[in-house]
């Protein structure tokens, strides 16, 4: 199975700062990678897809960029809604596997 | 507005069976693909099964082959998840989740249910 590595598995940061997570795949997945935000208590909503490609109905402010094992998405304003933990997703390989996930306070 | 609505969780003991079920609306059920998703107490998620739009393409995890079935009713906008020989490690919250196609692929999920706690405990 592919490992998904994900860093920090938390951050702390103050509203309007910029905030970016690292997803590191253990072989080369091209752009088979999703972003879910998943909020306490309930169930994850998916951001991005395909690496970079914001789902609709997204806010701007998120974003994702990469490619073969290397991949980072970016909250470019935190918000105080945007207070969740953060998992990458990929699909180049079955099973479909997910990072360990990133948590997102408010500093 | 998609709608996914799980149910048929509770508490089993180890080694009994249970049956999930996920009440689809607010889309053309049988155009997509639909798969479960766990997540274990304090957990990340895990793929547990995934089957596409005719029941023609279905796939599992290691962890749950042989004991639970993924199957659909599309008449019924209905997945379901039938789980024999549960395990401990079993416990978690599923969720039911649709695919952005008719096939498995691409394996991901833009529409989740609110989940059904499943808990093995003797």
């Known amino acids: 199975d592919i490992q998904m590595t994900q860093s920090p598995s938390s951050l702390s940061a103050s509203v309007g700062d910029r905030v970016t997570i690292t997803c590191q795949a253990s072989?080369?997945?091209?752009?088979?990678l999703n972003w879910y935000q998943q909020k306490p208590g309930k169930a994850p909503k998916l951001l991005i897809y395909?690496?970079?490609n914001l789902e609709t109905g997204v806010p701007s402010r998120f974003s994702g960029s990469g490619s073969g094992t290397d991949f980072t998405f970016t909250i470019s304003s935190l918000q105080p809604e945007d207070i969740a933990t953060y998992y990458c997703q990929q699909y180049d390989n079955l099973p479909p596997g997910f990072g360990g996930g990133t948590k997102v306070e408010i500093k | 507005e998609v709608q996914l609505v799980e149910s048929g969780g509770g508490l089993v003991q180890p080694g009994r069976s249970l049956r999930l079920s996920c009440a689809a609306s607010?889309?053309?059920?049988?155009?997509?693909?639909m798969h479960w998703v766990r997540q274990a107490p304090g957990k990340g998620l895990e793929w547990v099964s995934g089957?596409?739009?005719?029941?023609?393409?279905?796939g599992y995890a290691d962890s749950v082959k042989g004991r639970f079935t993924i199957s659909r009713d599309n008449a019924k906008n209905s997945l379901y998840l039938q789980m024999n020989s549960l395990r401990a490690e079993d416990t978690a919250l599923y969720y039911c989740a649709k695919g952005p196609r008719g096939s498995c692929y691409p394996y991901y999920f833009d529409y989740w249910g609110q989940g059904t706690l499943v808990t093995v405990s003797s």
């Open positions: 395909d690496a970079s």
């Open positions: 072989q080369d997945i091209s752009n088979y």
């Open positions: 089957i596409s739009w005719n029941s023609g393409s279905i």
């Open positions: 607010g889309f053309t059920f049988d155009d997509y693909a």
